[in-house]
């Protein structure tokens, strides 16, 4: 067999591959736009300990250990807990920061919890914010939509990209490198030359075709938005350090689990991707926060590295200059109960929070909802945004949503209108 034998054979092999649409290339179009980053404290975190602080009150079961020395602190209108690295992350960022209290997830079931927390329904099927947000602002990008695990339902409106090795990302982006030695190639510039060129003629003839069905229609864009997108996905992956220059997995050895984190990895590759404009939004994730046991030890280090996280997040986005660009939100499956159980650990709670971040912002420095001494969420005005037992509602997670949709301005795009909040009332969060 000759050399233009065996490149046609792989040219055709390149073609079934990308008609089959399995992982798609990125695109360098120009986002001028916001970026979009949802934090997923999966398991449950203990808002009493974070952004929702609770005292002891006297002949009631404990609530916090902290709270029989510490008291609440607070950093200018938002009170936190001194637990974890708190004091530093809301003394740092308050003047950028939402804290909305006393949402019902309606569940102590994570899977519900998970879902209802990061969709706005109880049920499966509705999209992500961060999937809406990719639909509308990056349609034309391959990889608008990052994710590092949780949940990620797109409802079609979208695609979601796993994005968790960056050696696998540098292999896609440049196929005829070897991944162990950057300095050889696979091909000759000249047979590299003729592979690109045959690729170019596949697309044009395909996009000459009048007589697909529907779905190799689809087919034929998804192919050539991703032969489109290589130049992006080249740039993303040059923009990636060398992996010993990659921030590094932090482990803990709890007294539930041995803790595993990549969450500055995560923030640090998403950073790259929005710069490159590659991405417009992602899915940070960090699990292990359902501590039914020995509460304080492992909540102390999960939350501590969720805001230390958080903060290289805001760090490295300043230093590569999409700061004033970045919404970050922050939500977990729901609370953790108002008193300890036998070993010390805490159970599950329906009442949670989200922190709503970014600069610059008029309803910053402020927290929205309430709970009362023991966590038990209360209603709230939607027109005053005060408490109010006979006229107000409880906040639930499709509220928080719903304001969101709004504020990031996707509330009437095709693809929020298929996956609507009707009767649902509008809370002014961000006015």
Known sequence: MNRRSILKGMLGATGASAMGFRLPLANAAHHEGRF?????????????SFCDPKANVPGEPVINSWARQGEIQEAGNIPYAPFANNEAF??????RMLVINGVDAQTNSHTVGVVHNWSGRT?????????????????????????FGGYSETGGVARFTRMNNPNLLRNVATPQIPHWNADLRYFSEADWAAL?????????????????????????????????????????????????????????????????????????LTVLAFKTGVAVSADLWLGGFDTHAYHDRDHNWLLGNLTDSVDFLWDYAEEHGVADRLVVV????????????????????????YVVM??????????????????????????????????????????????????????????????????????????
């Open 330 to 353: 922050m939500g977990s499956d729901f609370g953790r109960t108002n008193a300890y159980n036998a070993k010390y650990g805490k159970d599950h709670w329906p009442i949670g929070s």
């Open 196 to 268: 690109e060129s045959r690729r170019a003629m596949t697309a044009q003839r395909l996009a000459n075709r009048s007589d697909l069905l529907p779905t190799q229609a689809r087919n034929r864009e998804y192919y050539r938005s991703a032969f489109n997108a290589a130049d992006g996905l080249a740039a993303y992956a040059a923009a990636l350090p060398p992996n010993d220059q990659l921030e590094q997995p932090e482990t803990y050895a709890g007294a539930n689990y041995n803790y595993y984190s990549d969450l500055r990895r995560q923030a640090q």
């Open 36 to 48: 979009y980053v949802f934090v997923q404290a999966n398991g449950g975190w203990d808002p009493t």
């Open 358 to 431: 970014e600069k610059n912002q008029s309803w910053t420095n402020r927290v929205i909802g309430e709970t009362d001494e023991r966590h038990f969420a209360q209603r709230i005005n939607p027109a005053t945004l005060e408490r109010d037992d006979r006229e107000g509602t409880i906040i639930y997670p499709k509220h928080v949503h719903k304001a969101l949709r709004r504020y990031l301005g996707i509330e009437h795009t095709p693809g929020a209108l298929r996956f609507p909040f009707n009767t649902t009332e509008d809370f002014p969060f961000f006015t």
């Open 123 to 147: 049920s499966e099927g509705y999209p992500t914010a961060t999937a809406l947000l990719a639909a509308h602002y990056a349609p034309d990008l391959s990889v608008p939509y990052l994710s």
């Open 90 to 95: 809301f003394e740092k960022y308050f003047e």
